[in-house]
């Protein structure tokens, strides 16, 4: 069993090998999306800085993730920030596959990137959260809520050098409606590392994996400093 409250740098499918089945109470992941950077909008243009940085992540990912995540899991308790041409598969693979309960939250930013050409504005990321029958969603009326109405967090972005981070608050959120504290939360995809400071924050154990060098570093630099935030208080 790997250790608690860690993020590692490794390919996921090679970490969660090592994690026994059954043990993780939720995910909560924001994997690479599968996206088109050609066309309209601001992906008419190849050399823009943001399109750059989406070259490693817009390719979607494998479905043995999904099967491997499902095995580690107690019972299946999943968030998954998604494209809209996720929705579809994921919802076959979860509900019709596996039967499971689902509902989809949507992110409204309220300063998207000002391009659209021949399409609507990208102004809307989607959330799905899939669950057993009688997996438990806690939380109450003020954090239950199927969208979240906020402005990119320009500033984490900055901060921390990962292009899609996402708001903190939304995914403590998420955290807080869908365990309890002492529980394990596991993200595969844990880019500059927002589900672990989550977890933090609202006393839950992670595991959580990252490939990119880069971005691991960054991540485990921000926890560091979020448990040193701890010890000061």
């Given at each position: 069993m790997l250790e608690l409250d860690k993020i590692y740098c490794m390919d996921c499918l090679e970490g969660m090998k090592q994690i026994p089945d059954g043990t993780i109470d939720l995910c909560v992941t924001d994997p690479p999306y599968l996206i088109?950077?050609?066309?309209?909008?601001?992906?008419?243009?190849?050399?823009?800085?943001?399109?750059?940085?989406?070259?490693?992540?817009?390719?979607?990912?494998?479905?043995?993730?999904?099967?491997?995540?499902?095995?580690?899991?107690?019972?299946?308790?999943?968030?998954i920030f998604c494209s809209q041409k996720q929705i579809i598969p994921l919802t076959d693979y979860f509900v019709t596959k596996r039967g499971c309960n689902w509902n989809l939250l949507s992110w409204h930013k309220t300063n998207p990137v000002p391009a659209c050409g021949n399409k609507y504005l990208?102004?809307?990321?989607?959330?799905?959260?899939?669950?057993?029958?009688?997996v438990k969603l806690y939380g109450n009326f003020d954090t239950k809520r199927t969208w979240f109405n906020t402005p990119l967090n320009q500033a984490d972005k900055e901060k921390w050098g990962h292009p899609t981070i996402k708001p903190l608050n939304i995914v403590e959120t998420l955290v807080f409606n869908s365990s309890e504290a002492g529980d394990i939360v596991l993200d595969?995809?844990?880019?500059?590392?927002?589900?672990?400071i989550a977890c933090i924050k609202e006393k839950r154990h992670f595991i959580c994996f990252e490939k990119d060098e880069t971005y691991w570093k960054k991540s485990v630099e921000r926890v560091k400093n979020e448990q040193r935030q701890l010890t000061l208080f």
């Open positions: 088109e950077t050609q066309g309209g909008g601001i992906y008419a243009h190849e050399d823009k800085q943001y399109v750059k940085e989406l070259n490693n992540i817009k390719d979607g990912f494998r479905t043995e993730i999904l099967d491997e995540l499902c095995r580690v899991m107690k019972r299946i308790n999943i968030y990208t102004d809307t990321e989607y959330l799905l959260f899939f669950r057993q029958k009688g595969p995809f844990s880019g500059s590392g927002t589900t672990a």
